[in-house]
């Protein structure tokens, strides 16, 4: 159960451990994305780039795949991997020197160029994305054997009603 003054006399604490996590984050965010941009351009080795991101909060994380597809002159996998993957040989060069130049400010880092460069309004609602997201769990579910049936109830699970389902279906039938 809620206890509302437990909450009070250790809130202060929280929001001072928060505060000091977040400070953390930030500066070592902005030191070391510095010195995986050199790392990336002295080894070609994205893997540095990649297991970083993976320890990010959301948030973090989104504004480290801008920043490495901005700089770094590796491909990034949207869908499947969610990573960066080979080196852009058409455009590698030319981003490895915009690296380089943009590192001769010993204030360029992650979060200036983001300050500069990263919108963080709130992604309008698309269909297409639903459709991408069930393209990819009929497929995991196929590799799986997890029939459409179950992937379809796991849907309906997540608040979809059948009346909807009746409505598109009939919808669908008439332009066939």
Known sequence: MFNAEQF?????????????????????????????????????????????????????????????????GFNYDEDEAQAFTKKNKRKYEEISAKALKALEDPHFNMWTWAEKNV???????????????????????????????????AFFAGGFEVAALVAALEEMAKTE
């Open 8 to 72: 009070k006399n250790g809130f202060d604490k929280q929001v001072k451990a928060l505060a000091k996590a977040e400070k953390l984050t930030r500066e070592t965010l902005r030191d070391m994305s510095r010195d995986l941009l050199l790392m990336t351009q002295e080894t070609e080795d994205i893997g540095y780039v990649n297991r970083t991101i993976a320890a990010l909060s959301p948030m973090n994380a989104r504004t480290a795949v801008l920043f490495f597809k901005e700089f770094s």
């Open 119 to 153: 919108d963080v309004a709130k992604k309008p609602f698309k269909l297409e994305d639903i459709t991408k997201f069930a393209e990819r769990a009929v497929k995991k579910s196929k590799e799986e054997g997890i029939a459409q049936a179950d992937v379809l109830k």
